[in-house]
């Protein structure tokens, strides 16, 4: 769809400079900038294998990705607003995780024809602080609406873990903290592979007053081909995979607080090899590949509970972002003739009080 017919609200990008802010990169940047090549192999040495892996390309942790960056990402299409997700601030102890919501404060959206819709930071609940930073974030930026914290962990070990335990949603400290979500009137962007969607389940049952929203309609790793040591190797393993992730969704869309994004469909930790092969998805080639995950979603959670989020600069590494909006709006416009502007737009626009 070359033509949405109004300016979408994208509920999911991140922002980052690895020149300037507390970085895990930012030694290996500052010495190596200039050498492209050099950089991208001390990268290759210096961190994970599983996290150059889920990456795809090193450019994500040593690339700056700015506003001007996105708007030139965005192409022909014009976004009314953007929600700034965390993007695993270097500095995450304690109160250190406010330096990035000043930081994307900080950032010139105006100018580059864009405006800064809502910031969701970082905190962890189990953090004795935790009242305080939230008090903290809201303090840096009006812009301030919940807080993200990643639980991606994967029982292949072969997959980079996102957390520092396996069923963080289900740990006592956490639950105790995330109470005080409800209490400020923020929401929680949930994020997990498709393996512990009962932990998301659960963590929505036992807060049904907090707004949550899935990130990544759960991430099914594997589900297009082999990632870590034995995930998705086989076409029976990969059927089993989406199996799973549907009777999964649909049961979470039970949940009337619970939301999701149609985004990060492209990760390579999903079994993409589009980086490898050194090209992007065509507009078709995403259709064909998500138009029955982004259907089952849609017939879960309906067409007021999702909403499109392009995770860039996540998924650059797959495709194009005029082919991800191309595709994903073609797909969500077939469902239902109302769809659209609900999913491009509206529902962003409720969950995260723009």
Same mark, same amino acid.
């Given at each position: 769809m070359q033509n949405l017919g109004f300016a979408l609200i994208d509920a999911h990008i991140h922002q980052w400079d690895p020149y300037n802010t507390p970085h895990s990169a930012r030694l290996a940047v500052k010495l190596l900038g200039k050498h492209p090549n050099l950089l991208d192999k001390t990268i290759r040495l210096?961190?994970?294998?599983?996290?150059?892996?889920?990456?795809?390309?090193?450019?994500?942790?040593?690339?700056?990705?700015?506003?001007?960056?996105?708007?030139?990402?965005?192409?022909?299409?014009?976004?009314?607003?953007?929600?700034?997700?965390?993007?695993?601030?270097?500095?995450?102890?304690?109160?250190?995780?406010?330096?990035?919501?000043?930081?994307?404060?900080?950032l010139d959206f105006k100018n580059n024809g864009l405006a800064l819709g809502a910031i969701v930071a970082t905190a962890d609940p189990r953090d004795s602080n935790f009242k305080k930073i939230l008090k903290l974030h809201h303090k840096a930026s009006p812009n301030f609406r919940g807080i993200r914290k990643m639980a991606a962990v994967h029982e292949d070990h072969g997959i980079f873990s996102w957390a520092d335990e396996p069923h963080l949603y289900r740990n006592k400290k956490f639950l105790k903290g995330f109470e005080a979500l409800a209490q400020y009137n923020l929401s929680f962007d949930a994020w997990t592979y498709s393996t512990q969607l009962g932990d998301v389940l659960a963590l929505a049952k036992q807060f049904p007053e907090t707004s949550i929203v899935l990130d990544h309609l759960g991430t099914p790793a594997g589900l297009f081909g082999q990632v870590g040591t034995h995930t998705g190797v086989?076409?029976?393993?990969?059927?089993?995979?989406?199996?799973?992730?549907?009777?999964?969704?649909?049961?979470?869309?039970?949940?009337?607080?619970?939301?999701?994004?149609?985004?990060?469909?492209?990760?390579?930790?999903?079994?993409?090899?589009?980086?490898?092969?050194?090209?992007?998805?065509?507009?078709?080639?995403? *259709?064909?590949?998500?138009?029955?995950?982004?259907?089952?979603?849609?017939?879960?959670?309906? *067409?007021?509970?999702?909403?499109?989020?392009?995770?860039?600069?996540?998924?650059?590494?797959?495709?194009?972002?005029?082919?991800? *909006?191309?595709?994903?709006?073609?797909?969500?416009?077939?469902?239902?003739?109302?769809?659209?502007?609900?999913?491009?737009?509206?529902?962003?626009?409720?969950?995260?009080?723009?």
């Open positions: 210096i961190k994970p294998k599983t996290l150059i892996e889920t990456l795809g390309r090193t450019e994500h942790v040593t690339s700056p990705y700015l506003p001007e960056h996105y708007a030139r990402d965005l192409g022909f299409y014009t976004a009314e607003k953007v929600v700034h997700i965390e993007a695993n601030w270097h500095n995450h102890k304690g109160k250190g995780v406010v330096g990035e919501t000043e930081f994307i404060e900080s086989t076409k029976t393993a990969r059927e089993n995979i989406l199996f799973r992730w549907q009777e999964d969704i649909a049961e979470l869309a039970h949940c009337p607080n619970v939301y999701s994004k149609i985004s990060g469909l492209f990760m390579p930790v999903l079994g993409h090899q589009f980086h490898l092969q050194k090209r992007e998805a065509s507009k078709q080639e995403i *259709i064909d590949l998500t138009a029955p995950l982004i259907q089952h979603a849609l017939q879960s959670f309906g *067409i007021y509970r999702l909403m499109f989020a392009s995770n860039f600069p996540m998924d650059r590494v797959s495709t194009s972002l005029v082919n991800l *909006i191309d595709a994903t709006s073609d797909i969500v416009a077939a469902y239902h003739p109302n769809a659209l502007q609900q999913v491009f737009h509206h529902n962003a626009k409720q969950f995260y009080r723009l």
